[in-house]
């Protein structure tokens, strides 16, 4: 058998079919992952709400846990994927999430599913994703040349968003035929098919090692500082993290607001939560001409600000027709949050050094993505004293904190972030 080679991308006509080649593989990896990841999304918690009738704080830990991962291992994870064989580190991962769901059940046929459980789960699964991810961000610049690189993060956002947008709903579907625990077979069966696909691909080529005596922690703060230190990815970082906040508090907080405060059906609660994969696909699909025709700055400022606007149709909503107006709220924040995920990561791709960006993505991940977690407990804690309609009111008005972030920094000067 021919060793795999080193992909790098080229300008050749065969070097561009290997490097189509290469990416379709990525890309239908991480399409089929996100497909049971979305499944899991709402079946995790529905086993906790329907088979184990916890509580909207016990519901908020489980999202806790799955994004504590970030703060965890969030800043290591850029050296993890800098020191260790890429395409080999994302298949262990998805085999570690595999097994992890797995237990789930397993665990139930043998009636000994406990939350403590579903909580250890959701932090192996977010352990495994921290590295999976920042190796994911890292890994496309190798296959596609930077010319590529919007379309073809527009392309991966809008595939995600279609699984957000089909996943979930199928999600709702199999809790209601076959049990919570049932269906979240799916999903193990998922990160087995990505890691098969990602075995077949070739190796990227090695990242540029550390000097020999710079410790973990020189390398660590390398990467903060270049992103500290630069105007437009620091207030970008900021965006995001405020961003972050809110979808982890949507995210613990939505599923039991519509199953206990609207009394909306299992399987319908599926199709509500995946409107925000319809406002992704359609944010998705607009952002490569958005940004040529507005820049990506002027895109980024006239986005964030409609995203917190529109979000607060959610909290109006009411059971039957009522309905609408969470739909209609939950696709324009899920567009919003997709506009600024595409362009403020094409443009870290875009202006960072290929030996620094495995540690930038870490940076600006722990630090984004270490928010959810807070999201989640807030929400949890505001509804448990203050309703579950009260406390998505709170979580709406604190989502206009993202546009102030971007409206008053120097991107409001900016015609595009580059």
Known sequence: MTAPQDVRPGSSAGDRRNSASAFWRYWTASTISSVGDAITTVALPLVAVTVLHASSLQVSFLTAAQYAAWIVIGLPAGVIVQRLPLRGTQVAMDLVRAVAVLSVPVAAAFDVLHLAQLVLVALVIGLATVVFDVGNSTFLPSIVS????????????????????????????????????????????????????????????????????????????????????????????????????????????????????????????????????????????????????????????????????????????????????????????????????????THRQTVTPPDLLPRVMATVRFVSWGAVPFGALTAGAVATAAGNRGSLWLICALAFLAPVAVWTSPIRRMRDLT
């Open 146 to 345: 930077k010319d590529e690189l919007t379309a073809r993060n527009s392309l991966t956002s809008a595939s995600v968003s279609a699984t957000q947008l089909g996943g979930p709903s199928l999600g709702g579907v199999l809790v209601q035929l076959f049990g919570g625990a049932a269906s979240l077979l799916f999903d193990a069966v998922s990160y087995l098919t990505s890691a098969v696909l990602l075995r077949s691909l070739p190796r990227p080529a090695p990242a540029k090692q550390p000097e020999r005596g710079e410790s973990t922690l020189d390398l660590i703060k390398e990467g903060w500082r270049y992103v500290a230190r630069h105007p437009a990815i620091r207030p970008c970082v900021a965006a995001a993290t405020l961003v972050n906040f809110t979808c982890g508090a949507f995210m613990a907080l939505l599923p039991v607001f519509l199953v206990r405060t609207l009394d909306a059906p299992v399987a319908l609660v599926g199709v509500l939560i995946a409107t925000e994969g319809l406002g992704s696909l359609i944010g998705a699909a607009l952002t490569p001409r958005l940004a040529e025709r507005l820049g990506s700055a002027r895109t980024l400022l006239v986005t964030t600000l409609f995203g917190a606007s529109v979000a607060l149709l959610m909290p109006l909503s009411t059971s039957g027709w009522g309905l609408l107006l969470f739909a209609l709220g939950n696709i324009g924040f899920g567009a919003s949050v997709v506009v600024l995920s595409i362009l403020t990561r």
